[in-house]
């Protein structure tokens, strides 16, 4: 009997029928040259044939009687309940944001196993679609990616794929109310072990209660200082829709070399820009605006679950200039990273496991509140290889990350085929305008291109005379002064 970790129960906690805790993906597919539909019945046996890499995938959340849910083979499942094909056959384009919006804005039932497969047979002009839903619960940013990778193939044609053959089993009530004990217990014992066991080692010990201690510190500081007032806050309606972005990785890379910056930096910057580009558009003073970002904690050996730590970085739109913007970003994650945050973090997100059901509820309410973040931006390294489903090729997949109570916009980005793809995710009735961000964002990309050349040119044309040029008060940054030397 495998129980849900105190995170992976978190996003059980907070679900509402407004706010919808899915992970999920847009993926558009390239077919062979001469076919005009995916092939869906070969697609369905390829996820047929691997769903043993998975067992998750065929079982669903039971309550417990104390402690945290636990996870158990559903005796009802059937493939076909999860991975459907679409009515009709949309033209691309609009048709297929529709589709998606209407795919995501539906809440994964809690009855079965928490996951969605819709396939798009053909979307025109020699295209298809697939589009996935996975609960927050099963799986972070990082295990999506993964799980996408054994729903999709590394070859056009990898051979057939043999239904490995399977039988539900189901722990008996005393199991599982004489294993919701055991494990409480076991709980209790390895926090107690590991206190012991960095008395006995107490540079280690001193080491980790001081990462603890900072991060509980820093924590309470977030939550303890309201995110600032916002036009992304907004109540929330059960409708969603997924709004596609792409930037050339080749791009972003090039200009990350040339600030000095991580590939992160940038698109922190980027989202920063396009934000104050949206504000600006909708009258509202740009302020700073409080994102949550996804911190990978994962170990070598971990596949799924929730292995993630939350970090907090004030997105800085109040800043006129773009090269101002990168610079703030990377000093900003400089600190974090540098303040043991993450591991602290960890560490008090699994402390949570011996509190209350009542106080874990709390705790996650504030957590996800609007009073603590402004949004969630979520970067996830993707495949460096081509992707296929059943002879088709993936072209993109645009992510979707789930947005809580209060919040109206979240944005993730997967790299994928030489692209960073972006997925804007909102509640189209709380931020209508979020449409326009499709735009924006590469048009911030390139306004950071142009002020980082003119720097560049700047600083050449004053090594050229010897370092005898003026240097001028705001040349670049609108905030600071650019440095030629």
């Not at 295209?127 to 056009?156: E, I, N, T, W």
């Not at 820009?273 to 509202?284: N, V």
């Not at 509820?361 to 970067?379: E, H, W």
Request: hydrophobic share 45%.
């Amino acid at each position: 009997m495998e129980r849900l970790s105190p995170l992976d129960a978190s996003f059980l906690r907070i679900e509402t029928p407004q706010a919808h805790m899915h992970i999920g993906w847009l993926a558009e597919l390239r077919l062979p040259g001469g076919v005009e539909r995916l092939d869906v019945e070969t697609l369905r046996e390829r996820i047929a044939g691997k769903l043993h890499l998975t067992p998750r995938f065929r079982q669903r959340v039971r309550d417990a009687p104390v402690g945290e849910p636990f996870w158990a083979d559903d005796r009802r499942f059937v493939l076909a309940s999860h991975v459907r094909e679409a009515a009709g056959e949309p033209d691309g384009g609009a048709p297929l944001r529709a589709i998606s919006a209407g795919f995501f804005s539906q809440q994964l039932r809690r009855d079965r196993p928490l996951w969605e497969i819709l396939l798009i047979p053909s979307t025109g002009a020699g295209r298809a679609a697939v589009l996935g839903k996975v609960h927050h619960s099963m799986v972070d940013g990082v295990a999506a990616v993964q799980l996408g990778m054994l729903l999709f193939d590394l070859l056009p044609d990898p051979g057939p794929s043999a239904r490995v053959p399977w039988s539900p089993s189901q722990p008996s009530p005393v199991k599982v109310a004489v294993g919701s004990v055991t494990d409480m217990a076991l709980s209790q014992f390895r926090a107690a072990r590991q206190a012991a066991g960095m008395g006995l080692r107490p540079g280690r010990a001193l080491r980790v209660a001081d990462n603890v201690r900072r991060a509980a510190f820093s924590l309470a500081g977030e939550l303890s200082r309201p995110a600032p007032e916002s036009f992304l806050r907004a109540p929330l309606t059960p409708d969603r829709v997924l709004i596609p972005a792409r930037v050339e990785m080749a791009r972003a890379k090039r200009l990350a070399s040339d600030a000095d910056a991580k590939l992160n930096d940038v698109i922190l910057a980027v989202v920063a820009g396009a934000l104050r580009d949206l504000a600006l558009r909708l009258g509202s003073q740009p302020t700073p605006q409080r994102a949550m970002v996804p911190i990978n904690v994962r170990g070598e050996s971990e596949s799924s679950g929730n292995r993630i730590t939350f970090g907090f970085l004030d997105l800085p739109v109040q800043l006129a200039s773009s090269d101002g913007r990168l610079g703030d970003v990377m000093c900003q994650m400089k600190a974090l990273k540098q303040s043991g945050f993450a591991a602290g973090s960890d560490l008090l997100l699994r402390s949570t496991a011996v509190l209350p059901a009542p106080l874990k509820a709390g705790v996650a309410r504030v957590a996800a509140s609007p009073r603590t973040y402004n949004l969630i931006v979520s970067n996830v390294p993707g495949p460096k290889v081509p992707l296929y489903a059943a002879g088709a090729r993936v072209s993109c997949v645009h992510p979707v990350i789930p947005i809580s109570e209060g919040h109206a916009l979240s944005i993730g980005v997967v790299s994928y085929d030489d692209a960073l793809h972006f997925g804007i995710y909102a509640d189209p009735t709380a931020l209508p305008e979020a449409e326009q961000l499709e735009g924006l964002i590469p048009a911030e990309l390139g306004r950071i291109e142009l002020t980082r050349r003119g720097a560049t040119r700047l600083r050449r044309q004053n090594e050229a005379a010897g370092g005898r040029l003026p240097v001028p008060a705001d040349s670049v940054h609108a905030d600071r002064r650019v440095e030629l030397a």
